[in-house]
């Protein structure tokens, strides 16, 4: 050991002691009410520990007293930067349990697709936009959030709510689409490229951007399988997993488009990984309209799907029809079964465990965030204060979904 | 994508794995299950996971249950998930355990098992032994109870905080 060594060791005991310090649960960088537990050394972590827990509302719990349609609504509630793809989770775990996934028709599962890629693309954007604004970027922050906006418009548009939609029922989708909202959509796909690559002007040659992210949380390939990271986090270390390519559901198997995967596996890779993952959604978006079919948008299936509001008005057995799917549901055969998807934040997992009656027996829902967040004080260890901001927006966690 | 089925190659290929330890197995809308004691719990881990072939390397997540009422079997249960990234297929292995007992933690095989396996403990108060730090997670270190089981009331307890929570009886 030098001498040199020696005296640096030195003043770090002198000038500093342990400490412990909380960051959150209100903290404007702690996207949402997570409490960091951080133990620190002058500016450098000795352990980082999330203490989650402050919006735990019990979803599972509140999922075993309802009905399954009834059901819906609370996953809009999980992610809700990306209601749309909670639902698509949702239904398609009821669908599995009921045997009906492959009857589904084709024009109910683009939209669901579609909607499903527009939800990617509002996540990833306020992902970036706030892990921008964290960085002290606040220009990229407001240009993402913009964009964002033409998301939710689009939501709006087709369910009639911007943030919790409940577009999607078993058996299908609420609303058909019309001529408009596949314009706007158009116009989205045609606007986001562009918008992108001002992003790109402004943070991914940006110097301290760079600085900030670059070589900051990186985590190999096999830990991060290991930890069970998922979606871009996982993609970001180089893991080519993503289940719309590898066990692909609903009709992702009928759409040309590529996987990208980082090399690091830093908070910059994930940066990356999230805005080629954007591009990637719009040319299935693009695909999905240029080849979208006509026909029904639920599946005629009368014990699970309702009739047509519209219809209810003036035929009395639609009413009387209507009154039972939503007083008395429906009942789902024994049995139990396990759904995955690919959500924005990585895999949402659905587990229902069905005793033959209209209620789930057990209901258990995977959520990335949570799965992601464990992985905190691994990442943080012998970082700065400053990186562990970095780290936690590049995971992208959202309280809703991780405290259920 | 593998098709699950009774005759295919890689369910052949897993009953031969985790062989006698399989008290038994279902496939259920193309799932494949195996129901094993705790005690084989972690050789069976160790060997899918390391098994070439299987190679289920990646956990997504540690369920827990209570079958109250639901059959004749032991009370509580643990579910485990998982997914071979390389071969691209689920399998769910299921541990049925009496209330109060406790099973062996899979952290040491899939470090994804740990905030998992502190939630069932939360919720269900199922015990796993191994696990580097087994508390609570989403609910307060004081709470009393497990909600999640069947036996909590959905409104909860009554107390200082919940003044429409049922009544506790008196043991």
């Known amino acids: 050991m030098s001498e040199n060594e020696n005296i640096e060791d030195r003043e770090e005991l002198l000038s500093t002691k342990k400490v412990t310090i909380s960051m959150g649960p209100q903290h404007p960088s702690a996207h949402g009410v997570l409490h960091l537990i951080l133990e620190m050394q002058g500016e450098k972590i000795l352990r980082a520990e999330p203490d989650i827990g402050y919006l735990h509302r019990g979803t599972e719990k509140i999922a075993e007293n ?10 809009d509630r999980l992610d809700y930067m990306s209601a749309m793809s909670n639902n698509m989770a949702y239904v398609m775990a009821v669908e599995k349990a009921l045997g009906i996934e492959g009857d589904i028709p084709d024009r109910a599962e683009y939209l669901r697709v579609i909607v499903a890629e527009l939800a990617r693309c509002a996540s990833h954007l306020l992902g970036i936009g706030a892990w921008a604004v964290d960085m002290g970027a606040l220009t990229a922050f407001l240009y993402c959030i913009r964009e964002r906006e033409m998301c939710l418009d689009l939501f709006e548009m ?34 986001l490229p562009e918008k992108l690559d001002e992003y790109n002007k402004l943070l991914t040659g940006n110097r301290i951007w760079i600085q900030r992210n670059r070589d900051i949380g990186a985590i190999s390939a096999e830990d991060a399988i ?42 910059f890779d994930r940066y990356l990984l999230r805005m080629a993952e954007m591009r990637q959604s719009l040319r299935i978006i693009e695909q999905a309209l240029d080849s979208m079919p006509d026909g029904p948008i ?4 009368p014990d699970v799907v309702p009739p047509a509001k519209d219809a209810i008005y003036d035929n009395m057995e639609n009413l009387i029809h209507h009154f039972k799917y939503v007083s008395s549901g429906f009942t789902v055969p024994e049995g139990e079964v396990y759904s995955a998807i690919e959500g924005p934040k990585g895999i949402l997992g659905v587990y229902i465990l069905s005793d033959g009656t209209e209620k789930p027996y057990r209901l258990k829902l995977r959520v990335p965030s949570f799965v992601n967040l464990q992985v905190m004080d691994f990442l943080s260890k012998e970082t700065y204060m400053a990186d562990v901001v970095a780290i936690l927006s590049s995971l992208d966690p959202v309280f809703g979904e991780c405290d259920k | 994508m593998y098709d699950i089925s009774e005759d295919s190659h890689i369910v052949q290929l897993l ?9 038994s197995h279902t496939i259920h809308r193309g799932e494949l299950t195996f129901e094993i004691g705790k005690d084989d719990l972690l050789d069976v881990c160790n060997a899918v996971k390391s098994d070439e072939s299987i190679k289920l390397d990646f956990l997504h997540d540690v369920v827990g249950m209570d079958y109250l009422d639901l059959d004749d079997g032991p009370r509580m249960g643990v579910i485990y998930h998982l997914y071979s990234i390389q071969n691209a297929f689920n399998l769910r292995l ?21 905030w998992a396996e502190r ?9 796993f032994d191994g696990h580097p730090d087994l508390r609570r997670i989403y609910l307060a270190p004081d709470w009393v109870g497990y909600p999640l089981r069947k036996d909590y009331p959905l409104k909860g307890y009554k107390d200082e905080y919940n003044p429409f929570g049922e009544e506790k009886e008196d043991e």
């Open chain 1, 66 to 75: 309802l009905l399954y349609h009834q059901f819906t609504p609370y996953t």
């Open chain 1, 158 to 191: 087709i369910s009639g709510a911007r943030m919790t939609c409940s577009y999607m029922r078993v058996g299908g989708v609420r609303y058909d689409a019309d001529q408009k909202f596949f314009d706007k959509v158009r116009d989205f796909v045609r606007i």
């Open chain 1, 226 to 267: 290991n930890f069970g990271f998922t979606g871009p986090n996982l993609r970001a270390s180089g893991v080519p997993w993503d289940i719309r390519k590898d066990t692909p559901y609903s009709v992702y198997d009928r759409f040309d488009f590529d996987v990208p995967v980082g090399e690091k596996g830093d908070c």
């Open chain 1, 298 to 301: 639920a599946v005629d299936i």
């Open chain 2, 15 to 23: 009953k031969k794995v985790v062989g006698t330890a399989a008290l």
């Open chain 2, 94 to 114: 299921k541990v049925r355990l009496d209330d109060g007992e406790h099973i062996p933690s899979v952290t040491g095989i899939w470090r994804a098992a740990d």
């Open chain 2, 119 to 127: 939630e069932a403990y939360d919720l269900y108060g199922i015990v």
